[in-house]
């Protein structure tokens, strides 16, 4: 997920038999892995849908795979992007899918051109990416797009790796390993599904965290008519379900049927918590921006994200199917509604990229509480220097009362850099006031 937003971060479990850890293996031993891995999924291709421990073991397979160092981060462009999409092509024929990318093929390539980074000494990179797209064809004039992005970081994508280190491989198993093994899921179920007054376009973006370029190019190049499109689903971070099982769920208002709907659905204890606008950064905004209803799904930011400890064995599985079972379950109580209507909304998003201070933390974008929780506090920045800690709840900034993520933006954007302001925060049951720099 590509959450660095003007300076705001936004956002044991082992293959029994297979284990990729940060070591990797020899040729041999890598290449019968693979041949096993593959020979695993084609036992999977009859799955009942309604087998939970088969289904975890199936996203398992998927997760472990593509965030194996074998893929080496998965970076658009590169050979570890290419094992992914054929992976991903391979996934999707086991299931009876049919290709929909450019002239009859898996993929739909796009090109990508990253300007010079004028904040490192690091220069541009221009290149070749792919999205791999399927089609559930049930012959009925809607369709609904069920996405979810492949590519992560390589070895620390510049200007967006968290980590401080020497070069190493970002696996990026909850970014977005997760999605494709939620979509993937999706997939298998839906085809078995009562759900047939839709059919279902499948597509594995890649480029979204080069800033969306996958998306952008289906959107703008479409392989079936856009107009038919009704919504579109994108999952993107759903491997940390957290133990309060709260859910974001993301473009609530660009459809006045989805508030109502979300409301109505109980699946595995999950508690959604949504936000209305349609602009995000993540793939569903590339078709919103078309007029598409769209809903974003993301189980929690934490502090492995963007650095090479996103790891498969940090991943909750059962989260993962929960979610996805909250997808499935939405997707059939609207078959038969026909096209959904779509509602422009108020792109908070947008707005908020005007601050020009970070305190230097991750905000907490599923808590439930009054005030915005920090999830993380990233070193060396002003929120460390000032004695903030993870957990702290920030409720105001200097003169700026933060009830929420929009009043925390609210407030840095009152700032300049070197500028003091006094920050309160709750800790526990007490109020703490800190003075940071910025």
């Not at 492949?150 to 997760?178: E, F, K, M, P, R």
Request: with cysteine; net charge negative.
């Amino acid at each position: 997920m590509n959450r660095i937003l003007s300076g705001i971060v936004f956002w044991p479990s082992r293959f029994f038999l297979i284990n990729f850890n940060k070591n990797l293996l020899n040729d041999s031993t890598m290449k019968f892995t693979l041949l096993f891995l593959l020979t695993f999924l084609l036992c999977f291709s009859g799955f009942s849908q309604d087998n939970h421990a088969t289904a975890l073991q199936g996203m398992r397979v998927d997760v472990v795979y593509l965030a194996s160092n074998l893929l080496e981060g998965r970076a658009t462009g590169e050979p570890g992007e290419s094992l992914a999409a054929q992976y991903i092509a391979s996934r999707f024929a086991g299931e009876g899918l049919q290709p929909k990318g450019t002239d009859g093929s898996w993929f739909q390539p796009f090109d990508f051109n990253i300007k010079e980074n004028p904040h490192s000494n690091t220069g541009g990179k221009a290149g070749n990416g792919k999205n791999v797209v399927a089609f559930l064809d049930n012959g009925a004039p809607t369709t609904v797009v069920v996405g979810a992005h492949y590519d992560h970081l390589g070895y620390g994508l510049d200007g967006s790796s968290l980590y401080v280190g020497d070069s190493a491989v970002h696996n990026g198993a909850d970014d977005n390993a997760s999605g494709v093994a939620a979509m993937l899921y999706l997939a298998h179920y839906l085809k078995t599904s009562p759900a047939k007054h839709n059919n279902y376009l499948f597509i594995a973006f890649s480029g979204e965290e080069l800033g969306l370029y996958g998306s952008k190019n289906f959107a703008n190049n479409p392989t079936i008519d856009l107009s038919s499109v009704t919504y579109m689903l994108n999952m993107d971070m759903v491997g940390r379900l957290n133990k309060e099982k709260v859910l974001a769920i993301n473009g609530a208002g660009t459809s006045p049927v989805w508030k109502d709907e979300l409301a109505k659905i109980s699946v595995g204890g999950i508690k959604p918590k949504t936000t209305d606008s349609g602009i995000g950064p993540s793939d569903h905004t590339s078709f919103y921006l078309k007029d598409i209803p769209v809903l974003h799904f993301f189980t929690g930011q934490h502090t492995d994200y963007h650095k090479p400890s996103d790891d498969s064995e940090l991943v909750n599985y059962n989260g993962i199917y929960e979610v996805a079972q909250f997808m499935a379950t939405l997707i059939e109580n609207l078959d038969g509604q026909g096209k959904l209507a779509f509602t422009k909304t108020k792109d908070e998003q947008k707005e908020a990229t005007s601050f020009k201070v970070t305190l230097g933390v991750m905000p907490d974008y599923v808590y439930e509480g009054e005030g915005m929780r920090i999830d993380a506090v990233l070193d060396d920045r002003p929120a460390q220097k000032g004695g903030l800690k993870a957990g702290d709840v920030v409720i105001q900034i200097g003169d700026v009362k933060v009830k929420d993520i929009y009043g925390y933006m609210e407030g840095l954007g009152k700032f300049n850099k070197g500028d003091k302001a006094i920050v309160k925060v709750k800790r526990n049951n007490e109020v703490v006031e800190t003075e940071v720099v910025f």
